[in-house]
């Protein structure tokens, strides 16, 4: 009789057991530092929710840009993932330690060199939070590499756009709703990037970089800086001014006087030399060249070879087989270096070639240029 009593208790201890190791209870190990590599991440949607979703949420310079009348978003639906909205779902710090890239061509999948500039800023600054932003509905998590950078580097944050948003209360408002830049003898994604870049420095501040510059060393130039492009003009690839700082707001004035559809970079690199030229009180910029860095009206102007150290028609230079051999002497005064896609972006960068390119971007984007060469010996 014992013993059945024995073995009774033991079948209920065990049973009890079994049952409370079913029982899923929260986890009270999260910290608050973790995140998923979409912070929160979105469920992937299906094809026909994809499509839904971005149709019912698309702002009139969306349909414009992205064409999405006619072409559908919801390619690779599996792995596209809604954006969060910059200046609606999410905001930066308004302590001037952004760096924002923005990709105006409405790209749900980004090319490998843009992800490389990227990854760089992430990796070089991680003391400052990077915004990559997109104009895109949403992106493409190919492979799983836009994640990987997001688990990588805890400073990244991949963001869609609100414009219509971004221009209120500003100058350039008058010029956006225009739709001047949208006019068929116009560029309007260089147009609109001109305009989201002093936008997002206006209202919170930082660093502004093109998505073909690549970030070499820590960004510990001075606020309110700017760089010679060439001898006679400032260049629009990198910019950095504190929040509200009265420069961009006459820059956005300048803006909008000066817009002219038919000359390229009207609102861009001659929209900046046009103000720095009435700033300092002078008709030739060149005339101040020696002196960099100089300080005048408030900006520090820097030597090219802070940002531009290959002038745009010595391009081919980056992609030259065995001259990264050069590439500390050669970039050894700079904090970053600008590729010029516009002019160099059918130009591959081959494996093993060990270009200027290359290094950079073994050094300053690891993740992307292992994904970049997994499969294939260019990009």
Not at 169 to 175: A, C, E, H, R, Y
Not at 205 to 224: A, E, K, M, Q, W
């Amino acid at each position: 009789m014992r013993r059945r009593r024995w073995w009774k208790s033991v079948f209920i201890i065990v049973v009890t057991v079994i049952i409370l190791s079913c029982i899923t209870f929260p986890s009270s190990t999260r910290t608050t530092t973790d995140r998923e590599p979409w912070p929160p991440k979105p469920k992937p949607l299906e094809r026909s929710s994809v499509s839904e979703e971005v149709h019912k949420d698309t702002s009139w310079w969306q349909f414009f840009l992205c064409n999405l009348k006619q072409h559908h978003i919801a390619e690779e639906a599996s792995n596209a993932h809604r954006l969060h909205i910059l200046h609606r779902d999410t905001a930066p710090s308004h302590k001037n330690t952004n760096v924002f890239l923005i990709d105006t061509a409405c790209n749900s999948r980004p090319k490998f060199r843009a992800w490389c500039s990227i990854e760089s800023w992430a990796q070089v600054n991680p003391s400052l939070q990077i915004w990559f932003v997109m104009t895109s509905a949403t992106i493409s998590d190919f492979e799983g590499f836009p994640s990987k950078l997001l688990q990588k580097y805890s400073n990244l944050n991949i963001v869609g756009a609100d414009v219509e948003k971004m221009v209120e209360d500003t100058p350039l408002k008058q010029l956006f709703d225009s739709k001047k830049w949208t006019q068929n003898n116009t560029w309007p994604v260089e147009l609109l990037s001109d305009m989201m870049r002093v936008l997002v420095l206006w209202r919170w501040g930082g660093i502004y970089s093109d998505t073909d510059v690549v970030s070499i060393r820590p960004f510990d130039l001075p606020l309110n800086s700017l760089g010679y492009e060439t001898d006679f003009q400032i260049g629009s690839a990198v910019y950095s001014f504190e929040a509200q700082q009265s420069v961009m707001w006459r820059l956005m004035k300048d803006m909008v006087n000066g817009f002219m559809p038919e000359l390229w970079g009207s609102i861009g690199p001659k929209a900046i030399t046009r103000v720095v030229k009435a700033m300092c009180g002078v008709e030739d910029l060149q005339t101040l060249l020696p002196k960099t860095p100089v300080i005048c009206g408030g900006v520090t102007l820097h030597p090219r070879q802070t940002f531009y150290p290959v002038d745009y028609t010595q391009s081919k230079k980056f992609f030259t087989k065995n001259r990264g051999i050069r590439f500390e002497k050669t970039f050894r005064h700079s904090h970053a270096i600008h590729f010029w896609n516009k002019m160099s972006k059918e130009l591959m960068v081959t494996k093993g070639d060990n270009s200027l390119y290359e290094v950079a971007a073994k050094k300053y984007c690891p993740i992307t240029y292992s994904e970049a060469t997994q499969e294939a010996d260019t990009f």
